[in-house]
């Protein structure tokens, strides 16, 4: 039913499995992947065999691209991930820019739009995060993505029969995100260390929760996105907030090892005790019900052969 669909940062960890996805569920579709890979990797797009763009989304001429093509989707995923990257200008330019010139482009062609927004615009905002609730951005990478965000209302204001869907992801993890390093999951650092033979270290007393989301259930949820009805914001996790002692059991029991974590003092100081994804609207207007539990995924993710 795609003709042609766009999924922008396609060599990340989520674009990469997100195309994947599509291409499986869609071997008809015209798939086209934007990616400047600053931070993805060729790697991920083992089998693909769609078109890849390499350029920066921020200052690509769209109309070069994309002009005489008729594009029914756009996923965009493009953008600096660091959330320690506190370069204030790459930052908000980099990734508004991007978002911008999309909108822009797309602007008026009835082209579907989905974008990953971020939990991070919650900031230090603790327990059930609802998506209504006033934005508390603490790094310059998530007022960026505030920014998305309120570009992406002013824009639906205007073009109120255009769908534009923004995701808040929440902390996904799964295969193809090694190449993100210490900006990867929690549960990949902690496997790592695990592997080599190392105690696992997190944050005294490892009870703090996170609302830690398996990316396959972010792929579907993206996918439902597409299909909205209306234009909105949704949040996007599992709904289960666990904690980081959680994960030490589990990669225990799916690495065969035995490790106590070893607690370290928290140099943070402003972190979050616990974030939660309110899945309500997701689940009432998208459809979107995670799959995966902690345990399942971590099960799926050691089987996937990325995570050992
Ligand atoms: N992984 C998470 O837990 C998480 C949580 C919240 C939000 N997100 C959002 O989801 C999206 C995907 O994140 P990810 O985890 O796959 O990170 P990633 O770093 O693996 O993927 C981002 C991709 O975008 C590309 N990119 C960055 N800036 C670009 C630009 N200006 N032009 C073209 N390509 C550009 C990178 O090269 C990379 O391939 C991002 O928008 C991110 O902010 C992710």
Redesign the pocket.
Known sequence: MYKHVVV?????????NLVLEMASRYPEAQLTV????????FK?LEGFKGDVIA????T?DMKHYFGGSKIDLVF???????TTDHNQFRQVH??VE?WRNLLNYFEGRKTRLV??????TYGIASGLNKVDQEPKPANV?AFS?VQLDNLSRQFTRQNPEQVVVGL??????GPR?G??GA?S?MILQLAQQMRRGQTPRIFRHGEQLRDFVYVKDIVSCTILAARARASGIFNAGSGVPRTFNDIVTNLNRVLNTGYQPEYIDNPHAHYQPHTEADLSQTTLKLRYKPKYTLETGIDDYAASGFLV
Do not use: P, Q, W
């Not at 922008?8 to 990469?16: I, K, L, M």
């Not at 934007?34 to 990797?41: A, C, E, L, T, Y």
């Open positions: 922008t940062g396609g060599a990340g960890f989520v674009g990469s934007v990616d400047d890979f600053r931070s993805g990797n991920n350029a920066d989304l921020a690509m965009h995923l493009g953008s600096i991930t660091d980099d990734n991007s974008y990953a927004s971020s939990a991070a990478y993505k808040r992801y929440f902390n996904v993890y995100e190449h993100k900006a999951s």
